[in-house]
């Protein structure tokens, strides 16, 4: 059955503003060049922009990754179904978010400015001397960023099909706009790398920043102002759900998801920036303070992101009815037929552009992030240690396209709720690299080896505990993100949970390897190379004015 | 270890040069003063830790313009969490800057040791 028909204006504004933007990803490959730099040879040009954004730049380019389109479709979608404790959390995750970037990312920052890492892995494979150490950081990495960007390309899903495009009769064909879209996003990250997603970031986020803005102001003001809009949420989520007769949602938290709602909260501000392509657009980014001047300008999405939130109650009041290809009800499509029910369809083509462009820009990131980590911490550190900067990008480029095909692949052959779980998996997965990536930033208390089994016990607790949630209705598995801690009635985040037993089994097992007297691995870096800031030498050039003095130079010892 | 981008070389620790040549453990800061870093440390928890708890603001009432108080106490935050963000960098770039200073002014010439494009001593933008 194919209930919807095509809305060509809004349709044609999309395709139009999507044109554009992959025009500018192909011009970004000049964008910026300096002159004596001959193409995109190094995973610093490639892979990382030319690492000389400003201010700016980085705060569209973060903007760009970290707001990304399933954001601004699950989140309404999680208000207008389930309400605040699933939805709303996102607004003090992205508050709480900045003032621990602002602390963590600037020593990061600066030790790989000294040493050229590329990836958080490199990272701690250098302060820690453990390359079986910085590998587990690296899959743990490319495994959640995966499902990942399969969410952009449900987001993507989401606007072509209120576009009335595809049919649930022919498989093909609905996936057909999909798979152009991606030979297109693919083809620019792959000749222009980073400053693709950079220069479109600007333009996704000012259509992104319009539409909202219009629609807060524009739709409370037609459906009665906020009050109204509130009422019928409280009624909605109030109304007792038959098949388990609880009510369908939380208006407002009480006492009991107090645990839930700070912990959601707190373990996703925590582990978004162990995601690499966070990382990726930190390191991008010209000076130590550049992360730390876009922790307080940053902010600004977060509220935009609050507004878009609460369209997930303005949807219910205006009655819009999210039925997908086959009939049944997806909430994810509750924005983008918010705004093709009330608003001129050349409007809502800009606002459902504004969607599908930003899936564009964090998927590009994502698969430079991941092509990076499986360059630097699996390519070179197990299979060709020699790897010269040139071979370095030309792996990248190309593990960026198997990257996509496999996203591709995974939203087109599996089940849409298959990535919706994997991702979950992946929040809970990424978490545990904090230990690791963090604590050494600040100190190398820890052993190498208990950092990793913490790691895996984390993953395995995680994955247990998550695959041990029970949806309610469906009574399906992976039935949501929140249990209660073993042997309490304590509901938190999963993820947190795992952090938590992680980092106590990395302590113990810390002190117990020390008192046998294992060996530690060699720590490359130094305390200054924590501190450093653009104007400070990277390590390489300190190293030759020291071959200079000393005749010889020092043994290359490692 | 295999670390192709050069990291893999460590200088003899204790034998410092004669000279005032720039080695990996050449302090880039002079000491810190405290005040600065607890302050910041203060605005940044205050902004980590009020947020993330429900118990303070998760009420309908007082509502402003229709809107419970759950709801717009948390978007109030967010430029509060700017404020409190903008605030701490403020405290400690101006510390970390007059820090870069004292070795800059009293330690050794710097200039030369690096690529032409390195810009040393200079100020930031």
């Known amino acids: 059955m194919n209930g919807r028909e095509i809305n060509w204006t809004a349709l044609v504004i999309v395709v139009l503003l999507f044109v554009v933007v992959a025009i500018m990803g192909f011009l970004a490959a000049r964008w910026r060049r300096s002159s004596e730099v001959e193409g995109l040879h190094s995973l610093d040009e490639w892979g990382l922009g030319g690492r000389g954004f400003g201010t700016w730049i980085t705060w569209f380019l973060l903007g760009g990754d970290l707001y990304t389109a399933y954001t601004f479709v699950a989140v309404p979608a999680a208000m207008w179904a389930t309400g605040a404790v699933s939805g709303f959390f996102a607004v003090p995750y992205t508050i709480v978010l900045y003032p621990i970037i602002f602390i963590i990312m600037s020593r990061l920052w600066s030790v790989s400015h000294r040493h050229g890492y590329v ?78 997603p950079a220069m479109i970031a600007v333009v996704k986020d000012l259509l992104i920043y319009l539409a909202v803005i219009v629609a807060v102001i524009y739709l409370p003001i037609k459906f009665g102002g906020w009050d109204t ?34 912990s959601l909260a707190l373990g996703s501000a925590m582990a978004l920036f162990m995601y690499p392509h966070s990382v990726t657009a930190v390191l991008a980014s010209k000076a130590r303070n550049t992360i730390r001047r876009n922790a307080a300008i940053l902010p600004l999405y977060s509220l935009m992101l ?34 093709l029910d009330h608003f001129p369809a050349w409007f809502a083509g800009i606002a459902l552009a504004a969607i599908a462009i930003g899936a564009l820009v964090p998927a590009a990131i994502m698969s430079i992030a991941a092509a990076n980590m499986f360059t630097r911490n699996i390519y070179r550190d197990f299979i060709r240690p020699d790897v010269d900067p040139r071979t370095e990008a030309k792996v990248s480029k190309i593990v960026s396209l198997v990257v996509k095909v496999g996203a591709l692949v995974f939203v087109i052959a599996m089940d849409q709720s298959a990535a919706i779980n994997m991702q979950l998996l992946g929040g809970i997965w990424i978490l545990q690299t904090f230990p690791a990536v963090v604590a050494g930033l600040y100190t190398r208390w820890f052993d190498r080896w208990a950092l990793l089994i913490g790691w895996a016990v984390g993953i395995v607790f995680g994955t247990i505990s998550a695959y041990n949630v029970i949806n309610p209705v469906t009574k399906a598995h992976f039935g949501g993100s929140v249990a209660p801690i073993p042997g309490t009635e304590f509901s938190v ?18 002190l117990v390897l020390r008192a046998l007297k294992v060996r530690t691995g060699k720590d490359l ?21 020291q071959h200079f003095t000393q005749p010889g130079g020092p043994s290359p010892v490692a | 270890m295999s670390h192709a981008d050069g990291s893999g070389y460590s200088p003899n620790g204790d034998a410092f040069p004669e000279e005032s040549r720039l080695t990996r453990d050449t302090a880039i800061r002079g000491p810190a003063r405290p005040a600065p870093y607890i302050g910041a440390g203060i605005l940044l928890a205050a902004a980590i830790l009020l947020p993330l708890m429900p118990q303070l603001y998760s009420f309908d009432a007082p509502r402003l313009a229709g809107m419970p108080f759950f709801y717009w106490y948390q978007l109030l935050w967010v430029p509060i969490s700017a404020i409190l963000t903008g605030t701490a ?7 970390d800057r007059r820090r870069r200073a004292e070795v800059r ?9 690096a690529s032409a494009d390195t810009g040393l001593g200079g100020d930031r933008p």
């Open chain 1, 119 to 196: 990836t958080s892995a490199d990272f701690v494979g250098g302060r820690y001397g453990s390359r079986w150490l910085s590998l587990a950081v690296a899959v743990t990495g490319i495994v959640a960023t995966m499902p990942y960007i399969a969410l952009q390309l449900v987001g993507i899903k989401a606007v072509l099909t209120v576009l009335g495009l595809g049919s649930s009769g022919n498989v093909f064909l609905t996936d057909l706009p999909l798979i152009l879209a991606f030979v297109v996003l693919a083809a620019y990250t792959y000749t222009s790398g980073l400053r693709a």
């Open chain 1, 525 to 545: 870096t130094r305390p200054t190379d924590y501190e450093a800031d653009e104007t400070d030498p990277k390590v390489v050039q300190i190293e030759k004015t």
């Open chain 1, 306 to 339: 609050g507004f878009l939130a609460l369209l997930g109650f303005v949807a219910i009041k205006a009655g819009t009815k999210p039925i997908d290809l086959d009939g049944s009800v997806n909430p994810q499509l509750v924005v983008p037929q918010l705004f």
């Open chain 1, 229 to 262: 809009i509130f009422s019928s949420a409280q009624t909605k989520l109030g109304t007792v759900n038959q098949a388990t007769g609880k009510p369908a949602g939380v208006f407002i938290p009480g006492a009991a998801n107090y645990s839930a709602y700070w």
């Open chain 2, 105 to 113: 002014a009293g330690g050794p010439p710097r200039a030369g040791t």
């Open chain 2, 89 to 95: 960098y403020w405290l400690v770039t101006r510390e």
């Open chain 1, 493 to 510: 985040y999963i993820a947190v949970s795992a952090f938590a037993l992680n980092l106590v089994v990395a302590a113990v097992l810390t």
